[in-house]
């Protein structure tokens, strides 16, 4: 079967040096890989010589033509989200593959930052790459098919995730489900919730964000 090829904006070292991290930053439903590339100058300010990149979804979105998705949501159960991140993780999985090569750096060295759809498919991936990534950073996301890590979390990366108390788009409970299912599988994870935060990534969620990465790659 030949997977879907996929590429977006990217951005390299801010020190100017060879890339010793690389952080895949994945989007949200209806966006594009723009939409998180502009969170580097602030994530570059922890990790100065971190290569990032945005990769553009495989799918133009159902409902928003000049964006991108990683499945369709005109079903929203439970069932439908696995559904969704399972059909899709193949892709991703492969452009972490390629991405980790051409950078010579290995999964101790990789962190995915994903936004709503992208931290339900950061979650999924990660956690079943035979190989740990260093972490994952979720914002305003949920996991899908809690019921399944147990058999099938073959890696246990660190996890902060971060969600606006006042999201109507992805409820906050979606949060504490997901920190539930996570710490039963012995997941270490981390959680904030941002007073007044709507499906964003609120001031606050960044800067623990930053804080977060900063202490995956202490710099000396």
Not at 127 to 132: E, I, K
Not at 182 to 197: F, K, Y
């Amino acid at each position: 079967m030949t997977i879907v090829k996929i590429d977006g904006p990217r951005q390299a070292p801010a020190s100017g040096k060879k890339a010793e991290q690389l952080v895949i930053l994945v989007h949200g439903y209806g966006a594009d890989g723009s939409d998180l590339i502009g969170l580097t100058p602030f994530l570059a300010r922890v990790l100065p010589n971190a290569t990032f990149v945005a990769p553009n979804a495989p799918e133009r979105c159902d409902m928003s033509p000049m964006g991108y998705q990683w499945f369709p949501i005109t079903q929203f159960d439970p069932s439908s989200r696995l559904t969704g991140v399972q059909s899709a993780a193949p892709i991703l999985d492969q452009f972490i593959d390629e991405e980790l090569a051409s950078h010579g750096l290995t999964e101790e060295n990789l962190v995915l930052v994903g936004f709503s759809q992208g931290t339900m498919m950061s979650l999924h991936v990660a956690l079943r790459r035979p190989a740990q990534v260093a972490g994952i950073l979720g914002f305003s996301g949920l996991l899908a098919g809690p019921e399944l890590l147990a058999d099938q979390a073959v890696s246990k990366p660190p996890v902060l995730l971060i969600h606006g108390d006042m999201d109507d788009m992805l409820p906050v409970q979606n949060l504490h489900d997901a920190v539930s299912a996570l710490t039963a599988v012995d997941i270490n994870v981390e959680w904030h919730v941002s007073q007044g935060a709507g499906h964003t990534i609120a001031q606050d969620g960044l800067e623990l964000g930053m804080d977060f990465l900063g202490r995956l790659f202490p710099q000396n």
